[in-house]
Every structure is written in structure tokens, then in C-alpha cells.
């Protein structure tokens, strides 16, 4: 191809990037009201202030702390088994539960008023002010996505190998845990981590659904806030965000510093062995996780009854999924072969960043530009958080292409076109529907860019299940659900038929 056609596309692929990332530099703005001491002293003296830092630190160490726990008692009493890849080949129905729908499954089931309250009324809720309950739906739901990083992980075959050779010397499974699995594990967990902790610091839709209430959680208290007309509200709005940018820090380099200080003072091996610990805590996790899933579902569909969901709203879910998902992928391969590598990590900022201001800066840029309100804007605001995650599948396997394949094309006079077109993106067609069936499902979740981007005339599942969460009518809400549920898995159905179906015709090439 020649030059200033690459430069050509190049500059496109960055042109379609920074429309999408746009918002990250009014969410930068949100720094103007901390360089004035009154407006803090205006934030301090909010009575909700106090109890809302708690809640939100509270609930979201207990779910990212809950999150690692749990996967790191199944990979000790699992991995490798046989026990490990059937816990693995459930994980994708796991995933493709939105949190909003988990959310719902919960509330409806432990809620006061909810199913278990029916059958046994002395089960009474107790009052959760500090969030614990949101941080144990949230550990169980994020539970399966840090499975699924540790997955991709510990698929290395010399990893394994340690392992056997490890245990045939006598040591115990807590040691190969400590020694081996968690030096390999926790820095390639590490982006996945933090991750978990930006959305957890920041998640408004569950936390509503979940409460506390009075006073909410920081995030949940900062969208109050940003959506008043008062100037005052707007500042401590932003300051609120300001300081979830903080906590996040905080907790990146407090578990940094943990991280050390476990390396410093407990090195290595020194050749004692101790006994075989108990499996049975890890493979009693391995059966609840799944079967969260299975029990929100089965409470969903009871509930549900003939409530059926507004056919507009179903019909809005899935053509802004669809879309975004199939944006999304051409965006991302696009940027894989002709977008500057360097730039690339800069792409992972919406992951590992709270959302509340990146939602914030994606609405002043449609206010600005009287876009609010409109379909495409919404699909707008889903991109910059669906083409993350599809780079986050796709860049890897795009990577393991063997460059010998692009030589010998090259030699025969191939252009890059060419290349791209009928060897690199065949090469990648399994990760590709991998990635689409997640974008699909991450679109379906969001909530933020589509309350405010729609500004309530593009409703979604998810923003009518967080709407009907505080009423009494559960059968519309578990319908609401139900369907969020559905679309997710129906489209990860679909792609796994098509990878399967790929993979019979192309037996050839293995």
C-alpha cells in the first residue's frame, strides 16, 4: 500500500478515536472547583458527606476483596482438574448476566417483601447503611470476571508443569498458591484489579438498586448532585468525583505497597512442607458461583409472570447493543492495523477509570452541541466503554498472529489491504465473535450515558429496571430484568454457534 494512504488511514483511525474519547477532556474540567478552599469547606459541610464515604469505601473493599478471595480459593482447589474447565465452560453465561439484572435477581430475592421474606417472614432485612450487601452481590458477580482473566492466565502449559512438579515434591496446595500461582497471577490481574475497583467506586445503577438509601454511596450521592440545576449542588458534584479519583489512587497504591511488603518479607521456598490444606471451601465456591447465576434467573423468570417489556424498549436495548458491538469491532480491528501502537494503552483509560465523570463529560459535550436526547448521541456515549473492552479480547489474539504468514504475502506482492482483509482479520474470526458477544453485553449495561445522553426518550432495560427498582411492581421489574438477561445470552448463544460452526469448516487448518 503506498505510504499516504497508511497516513491516510491511520489518521482516520484516530480522527473516529478522539470522537469517542472526547469526553475524557471536559471530565478533566471536573479539577477547576478544587483549587477553591470554600468549595470544599461547601462540600464538607453536606451532613450526607461522611456516611456516603463509608458506604462507598466499605462496599467496594468488600467487593473487590471478595472478588479476589473467591477466585483465588477456586484456582487452589481447581486448577488444573478436570473440575477447572467445567467451571470454566460456564463462565461465559456468567458473564453475559448484566449486573443490573443480577442486581434485580437479588433484590427480589432477599429484599424485604422479596421471595425468601415470603416463605420464611421472620427472615427480616436488616438495615444496611455501609453497603454490604451491594459489595457481596458485587463480589459474587465481579468473582466471575477475574475467574475469566485467571482463565486466559494459567492456560500456559509451562505453568502447569511447575505446578506437578511442585506438588510431586511434597508441597501443599496452600504453598503452590503462595509460591507459584499468586507471583503469576496477581500482576497479570493487576489492570483487571484496578478495573474492578474504578467501577465499584463508581457504580450508580446497582447501588441504587441495592441501596443504602439515605444517604447513598459517594457516586450514587455526585449524580444527585450533577443532575440539580444549583451551582452549589454542580460543585460538590464535582468534587465528589474528584475525591472517587482519589480513593482510587489510594487503594492502587495501598495494594501496590501490600503487594511488596508480602514479596519482602515472605521471599520463597525454604524447602519446608507442610500438609495438604482443604479443598472443600474452594470447590464449595466453584458450585455457588454458577449457581447465583441459575438461582437470579429461575427468580426472575417466577416473578416475571405474563408482565411483559415494552416492545420499544427491548427494541432500543438490542439495536444500540447490536450496533455498538458491530462499531465497535470495525473500529477496533481498524485500529489494530493502521492505529499508532503507542496510543493504544491510553484506549484503557475508561476502564480504569471511575465512569461518573467520563458520563458527566460525554453530557456537557451533548448539551454543548443540543445533541441529547437522540439515538446516535446514546450510541455515542455506549462506545466509549464497549471498544475497551473489545481490545481488551481482540489486541491479544491479534498480537499471536504469526508474522511469518505477513512476510510470505508481503513476498508474493500483497498489499496490506489484502493482508488485512484474507489473513489477519480470518486469523482473528473467533476472538472477533468473542469480543462482539461482550461489547454486546456491555452495551446492554449501561446506564449512565443513556440516562443522560437520552435524556428519558431512549429508555433501556436497564434504566427502566433501575427506575421500577424503588416502586412495588415486581413483576414488571423482574420482566425488565428477564429480558436483560435474555438479549446478552441469546447473542453469546449465537456467537458460540457461529465459533463452533467456523471451527468444524476450518478443520484443516489446525
Not at 28 to 45: I, M, Q, S, V, Y
Not at 102 to 125: D, K, N, Q, S, W
Not at 422 to 447: D, E, N, R, W
Request: with cysteine; glycine share 8%; hydrophobic share 55%.
Amino acid at each position: 500500500m503506498a505510504t499516504p494512504l497508511r497516513y491516510t488511514l491511520s489518521a482516520l483511525c484516530c480522527g473516529a478515536m478522539l470522537i469517542i474519547y472526547l469526553p475524557l477532556f471536559p471530565a478533566a474540567g471536573f479539577l477547576r472547583p478544587a483549587f477553591t478552599p470554600e468549595n470544599w469547606r461547601l462540600l464538607a459541610d453536606d451532613p450526607q458527606l461522611s456516611q456516603a464515604l463509608s458506604a462507598t469505601l466499605i462496599s467496594s473493599l468488600i467487593a473487590v476483596g471478595g472478588a479476589l478471595t473467591l477466585t483465588l480459593l477456586m484456582v487452589a482447589a481447581l486448577w488444573p482438574s478436570p473440575g477447572w474447565q467445567r467451571l470454566t465452560a460456564r463462565l461465559p453465561l456468567l458473564l453475559a448476566l448484566p449486573h443490573v439484572a443480577f442486581a434485580t435477581g437479588a433484590l427480589l430475592l432477599f429484599a424485604e417483601g422479596g421471595v425468601i421474606y415470603r416463605f420464611i417472614p421472620v427472615m427480616h432485612a436488616i438495615p444496611d447503611r455501609y453497603g454490604i450487601g451491594l459489595g457481596l452481590v458485587l463480589a459474587v458477580k465481579e468473582s466471575a470476571f477475574l475467574l475469566w482473566v485467571s482463565w486466559a492466565v494459567l492456560g500456559e502449559k509451562q505453568l502447569s508443569e511447575q505446578l506437578i512438579v511442585m506438588r510431586s515434591l511434597g508441597y501443599g496446595r496452600g504453598q503452590c498458591l503462595r509460591y507459584l500461582i499468586l507471583p503469576t497471577l496477581l500482576p497479570a490481574l493487576s489492570v483487571a484489579l484496578l478495573a474492578t475497583t474504578a467501577w465499584t467506586l463508581s457504580v450508580v445503577d446497582v447501588a441504587i438498586i441495592l441501596g443504602p438509601g439515605n444517604p447513598p454511596t459517594l457516586a450514587v450521592l455526585a449524580w444527585q448532585w450533577l443532575n440539580q440545576g444549583d451551582d452549589h449542588a454542580q460543585i460538590k458534584g464535582q468534587l465528589s468525583c474528584m475525591i472517587l479519583l482519589v480513593l482510587l489512587a489510594a487503594l492502587a497504591l495501598s495494594a501496590c505497597g501490600l503487594w511488596r511488603a508480602w514479596q519482602y518479607f515472605f521471599p520463597g521456598l525454604h524447602g519446608r512442607r507442610r500438609a495438604q490444606t482443604s479443598r472443600l471451601s474452594g470447590k464449595l465456591v466453584s458450585e455457588v458461583i454458577p449457581l447465583s447465576g441459575v438461582l437470579c434467573t429461575l427468580t426472575l423468570v417466577l416473578l416475571a409472570h405474563a408482565a411483559l417489556a415494552d416492545a420499544l424498549i427491548v427494541s432500543n436495548s438490542f439495536w444500540l447493543a447490536l450496533w455498538a458491538s458491530l462499531l465497535g469491532a470495525v473500529l477496533c480491528l481498524l485500529w489494530l492495523e493502521w492505529g499508532p501502537g503507542a496510543l493504544t494503552r491510553c484506549l484503557w483509560l475508561p476502564l480504569i477509570l471511575p465512569a461518573l465523570p467520563l458520563a458527566a463529560g460525554q453530557y456537557e459535550i451533548a448539551l454543548y452541541g443540543w445533541l441529547d436526547g437522540q439515538f446516535t448521541t446514546v450510541l455515542w456515549g455506549h462506545l466509549l466503554w464497549v471498544i475497551p473492552w473489545m481490545l481488551f479480547i481482540l489486541r491479544p489474539a491479534w498480537q499471536r498472529i504469526d508474522p511469518r504468514q505477513v512476510l510470505i504475502a508481503r513476498t508474493l506482492g500483497w498489499h496490506q489491504t489484502r493482508i488485512f482483509v484474507q489473513i489477519k482479520c480470518p486469523l482473528v474470526l473467533k476472538p472477533l465473535l468473542s469480543a462482539l458477544a461482550v461489547g454486546f453485553s456491555v452495551s446492554i449495561a449501561q446506564y449512565l450515558p443513556t440516562q443522560w445522553l437520552g435524556a428519558g426518550r431512549v429508555p433501556t432495560l436497564t434504566a427502566e429496571a433501575v427506575a421500577l427498582s424503588s416502586g412495588g411492581a415486581s413483576a414488571q421489574l423482574a420482566a425488565q430484568g428477564l429480558w436483560q438477561l435474555i438479549l446478552p445470552v441469546l447473542f453469546f448463544t449465537l456467537t458460540a454457534l457461529l465459533a463452533r460452526t467456523i471451527g468444524h469448516f476450518r478443520q484443516g487448518l489446525r
